[in-house]
């Protein structure tokens, strides 16, 4: 595959899902992941099933910037450098507005928005001073319309898009050489509602889940193409859904 071949990328939220999906796809294809989540059993397993050679971890909370800084130490320790960002992490405590459940809301902004940018912050000095990088970040089709039952996170989701949009114009002004990707996948087949306490949101969450998901290698192919293009080409937004998700 081509200029993928020993890149170093670190994916957020790779204990599962999406980021555990393309931690395996990238490897295979040849990159180094450096994986960081909580769960730090998921990320010793996933290491050794990929191989200590093309992976290592770091457990680090993305709602801490000096976690996320920590992150970036141990990809350069282990690998040498840092080419790609994927800024994955995320939650979906789902619920109506109604319900005042103002904790979730502060943790969607904590992870959703502020663990973005925490990681944003951590790997910029290192592509500003190489002139050269890749951040792609994964926002959602509620990043682009709206949903009932799901408020907060649909904000979250829309301040990943908007912020990145500024941030490539940004990028391209500064003649950084700075890649940037926004990933809106639609339904996808994971653990996210797995600690959502039960709702009528949820369960609506749910049953369209059960007819439209498609699967986290899905969105996988779809990081693997954007990582693998030219230095000059710049895959920006890519929506990834079931053919049966309008
Ligand atoms: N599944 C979908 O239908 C769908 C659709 C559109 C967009 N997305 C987005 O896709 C991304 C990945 O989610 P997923 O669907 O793959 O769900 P998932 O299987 O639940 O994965 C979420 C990942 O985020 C990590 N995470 C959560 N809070 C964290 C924190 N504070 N610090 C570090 N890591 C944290 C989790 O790891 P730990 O718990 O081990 O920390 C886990 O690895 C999210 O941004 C989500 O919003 C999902």
Avoid at 44 to 71: F, H, N, T, W
Avoid at 76 to 81: A, I, L, N, S, W
Avoid at 155 to 182: C, P, Q
Wanted: neutral net charge; proline residues 3%.
């Amino acid at each position: 595959m081509k200029n993928i071949e020993n890149k170093v990328v670190i994916i957020t939220g790779a204990s599962s899902g999406i980021g555990e999906e393309t931690a395996r796809l990238l490897a295979l294809n040849g990159a180094k992941v450096v994986l960081s989540a909580r769960r730090e059993d998921r990320l010793r397993d996933l290491v050794r099933q990929i191989g200590e050679d093309r992976a290592a971890y770091c457990v680090s909370d993305v709602s801490e910037p000096d976690d996320m800084k920590k992150l970036v130490r141990t990809a350069k320790e282990r690998f040498g450098r840092v080419d790609v960002l994927f800024a994955n992490a995320g939650i979906m405590p789902a619920g109506n507005m109604s319900e005042l459940k103002t904790d979730d809301w502060k943790r969607m902004i904590d992870i959703n928005i502020c663990g973005v940018l925490n990681s944003m912050a951590a790997v910029l000095p290192e592509f500003i001073a190489q002139k050269q990088g890749h951040i792609i970040v994964t926002s959602s089709c509620a990043g682009l319309r709206s949903v009932p039952g799901n408020a907060v996170y649909c904000g979250t989701k829309h301040f990943v898009k908007a912020m990145l949009d500024s941030f490539r114009m940004e990028a391209i002004g500064e003649g950084s050489n700075i890649r940037t990707t926004t990933i809106y996948p639609g339904a996808v087949k994971t653990e996210l509602l797995n600690t959502v306490a039960p709702s009528p949101a949820k369960t609506a969450v749910e049953e369209f889940s059960e007819k439209n998901a498609i699967l986290p290698e899905d969105i996988a192919g779809a990081v693997l193409y954007a990582v693998s293009q030219n230095d000059n080409v710049d895959v920006s937004e890519v929506v990834v859904k079931s053919i049966r998700e309008a």
